[in-house]
């Protein structure tokens, strides 16, 4: 079982809609949860970053951390073409390193 | 937030050559990491390096094919050996600055 699970996608939606993009993991160490955006040929940007259980809101974005469930998810509200990318969700405990997601690749159609 | 340079941002290579790749940092930071990101997959990572010891290497990636060097805090440097077409792949280098932050990546081609 890999530390982090995400579903590769990929996700289609039309312009406007509420995308929600989910991540499960394994290890209750985990404290750390950040979501990255990846357009293509370009490195990760980061988008969000939570500390623990809880919602964080930046602009159209809500980045959600269920530890009880060892749940994440990102949502994007009123979505955009430009946020057609591959979002990948990460984890970081006491092990001096990050563990990432596989990617969902996401497609905002105009 | 750290701001990366990492360069070069693409090339090709004939097998059996070297590549260096350099990661340069715009503030101290303790920890780096590279990673390989093959088209279409998530990142693996090859090794950490940290300044003023050895790089840790994850399974799979051995110090004589990835050779990294940490000469101080705000440079790396990733050599992909002996290269073959297996190793085309994005190469990217990260840094730990309270969050993960990323170069632009290096897109090797091995012919």
């Known amino acids: 079982q890999k530390e982090v699970e995400q579903d590769p996608g990929p996700l289609s939606v039309p312009e406007g809609a509420i995308v929600s993009l989910n991540c499960t993991y394994s290890?209750?160490?985990?404290?750390?949860f950040m979501w990255y955006r990846q357009y293509s040929r370009k490195g990760p940007e980061l988008l969000m970053y939570t500390y623990s259980s809880g919602n964080k809101e930046d602009g159209r974005f809500t980045a959600q951390v269920d530890k009880s469930s060892k749940y994440i998810s990102l949502f994007i509200r009123d979505s955009q073409p430009s946020d057609s990318a591959t979002y990948l969700c990460a984890a970081w405990g006491n092990f001096n390193k990050f563990y990432f997601g596989s990617g969902t690749k996401l497609n905002v159609k105009p | 937030s750290a701001v990366i340079s990492q360069k070069p941002s693409r090339d090709i290579c004939q097998r059996g050559t070297s590549l260096t790749i350099q990661c340069q940092v715009d503030s101290q930071v303790t920890m780096m990491f590279w990673y390989r990101q093959q088209p279409g997959q998530s990142l693996t990572l090859i090794a950490t390096a940290n300044q003023g010891s050895e790089a840790t290497y994850e399974s799979g990636f051995v110090i004589d094919k990835f050779p990294i060097s940490r000469p101080n805090l705000t440079f790396s440097t990733l050599t992909v050996s002996n290269m073959s077409p297996e190793d085309s792949s994005i190469y990217l280098c990260?840094?730990?600055?309270?969050?993960?932050?990323f170069g632009q990546g290096t897109r090797l081609t091995v012919v």
């Open positions: 290890n209750s160490a985990f404290q750390y």
């Open positions: 990260s840094v730990l600055d309270m969050r993960a932050f």
